[in-house]
């Protein structure tokens, strides 16, 4: 027998039995199209911080904890340090400091949810957010310091129905009206809700606390030295913009370690579903087997004839996951263009092959054991138990 009657044997034994490969096809489907699904999510966010959050922030970020309260700290650093970071102005060339007050609201809803993001009205959003410009209304100005007024991203303003003049809850106590809107040109400041720095000191209880104090340098490329000597002469953490980069960077690999581990967790299961399905089918044909052997099959041929079924059951139970999961993409994608106007999940061919290549390879060691049995099948017990 050549390889065609090998496949085509394989592929009638897997029909005779349609319910129970119908069943193994669907589980592998589902387990593969998680670990696609999982793992496009840490490649889509990856993307999107590439593409439009890279190559945004100061060129310096002062801090007490750093990064170990988050990118969105607490506003717990006295707001006197940017005072005392001024005595470095000449020495490193600053050319601009920034104090900042962050608050993250979550809810269950996520559209719900927004950053607050406190900063001078003197200085204004364009201080760190260089090119941001209002679609509606006005952005902040200096005579906005301490008054209850709100400039928003398309996007959450979208999100929570908010308009010019419209009212915004910060709190039970306190609240502001939106006087701009932002043009949706970045999906980071689209997500933002910018408020004057005192007003959102206010409301969060944090007169003379700031979150972090951001540094602009008249020479970028020396942000390292200026971090090492404000830190030695201050005690505070000081990160440069590749420390955030190499951050987020290090959380992403993280994420994508956790990621993997649960796709593979749930392709093993069924990969296991593939193995009990070939090995009952084994158990079930041992007639069979004895009889391809009388009639000069060798036992090669018979160990080929259950794995070509392995492989066969996994081949089509990936083919369905992968497109289950390119779906689930989809629907992620458009739920997050709504949300916050990105592409949460990016599939990959590297990604897709990964996520084929597993399902063959699970298989194919699925069938290596009921492959060995059937192989080793005795002709005459065998067909005596008819």
Known sequence: MNSKDLWVLAWRGLIRRPVRAALTMAGLAVAVASMVLFLSLGEGVRRVFTQEVGSI????????????????????????????????????????????????????????????????????????????????????????????????????????????????????????????????????????????????????????????????????????????????????????????????DRALKISDAARLGISLIAVLVGGLAVANTVMMGVSERMREFATLRAVGAPPAFVRALVLAESVLLALVGGSLGVLVGWAGAWGVNLYTQNLAGIDAAALTPRLLALAFGISLVLGLVAGLWPARAAGKVQIVLALGRA
């Open 57 to 248: 922030g100061p060129d310096l970020q002062v801090s007490l904890n750093g990064f170990a309260q988050g990118l969105l700290p607490a506003p717990n650093l006295a707001a006197s340090t940017a005072e005392d970071l001024r005595a470095f102005s000449a020495e490193l060339g600053f050319a601009q400091i920034t104090p900042v007050v962050t608050n993250l609201r979550q809810a269950l809803d996520p559209k719900e949810s927004a950053v607050f993001y406190g900063l001078p009205a003197q200085s204004g959003i364009q201080a760190l957010f260089s090119g941001v410009q209002a679609a509606q209304g006005r952005l902040l100005l200096p005579a906005d310091e301490g008054q209850p007024v709100a400039v928003v991203g398309a996007r959450i303003a979208q999100n929570l129905g908010l308009y010019l003049g419209s009212p915004l809850r910060l709190n039970r106590q306190a609240s502001v009206r939106v006087i701009g809107i932002i043009r949706p040109e970045n999906s980071l400041t689209d997500t933002f809700i910018f408020l004057p720095i005192g007003t959102l000191q206010a409301a969060l209880g944090a007169q003379g606390k700031v979150s972090l104090v951001a540094i602009k340098l008249q020479r970028p490329a020396e942000a390292r030295r200026a971090a090492d000597l404000i830190s030695g002469r201050l005690k505070l953490e000081v990160q440069t913009q590749s420390d955030f980069v190499g951050f987020v």
